[in-house]
């Protein structure tokens, strides 16, 4: 935003910097306003003019260049495409793109802040646990469990028995 130029009326400090009465400063414009409304300070008159006097002194006129004009026999060069920088191939972020669908094939869940190393990662343990996962336990006779035999019908629980193992169950029936 653009500073108003401002003179003080009075002395007086603004931001770090002490004024004194009748000297030019800026100021911005809702500070300006403020800084007038209570009369510690008046528009600087002679800056637009102070300012349009310093833009009107010309800079040194330079001599006029001169193009010379291409051979009629020369071919024409051929047009440059320019590619703008947000149509520009990422072939980064083709990569990340499917990292990020092999990890979600995979039953990740991918977050959007992770790169190719932490894709990568995550791939290589989720396969690794998807191998072990898979991958038929090496069986030897010490860790071998026997097979589960059928439970005999005398041991069976039966209302009875549930009876004696809850007597406070059963004595809540009896009341």
Known sequence: MPKQKLIATRAFTYGTRYLVADEAFEAKPRDARVLKAIGKA????????????????????????????????????????????????HHDHDALDALRAEATALGLHVDRRWGEARLMQEIDDAREKAAKDHAPAPESPETETPAAEPPDEAVAMTTDSAAELLPHAWKRDEE
């Open 42 to 89: 008046r528009d600087d008159l002679d800056a637009p003019v102070q300012e349009a006097l310093a833009q009107s002194v010309a800079p040194v006129a330079q001599p006029p260049v001169t193009i010379a004009p291409a051979p009629a026999h020369a071919a024409a060069p051929a047009p440059v495409h320019v590619v703008p920088p947000h149509e520009e191939p």
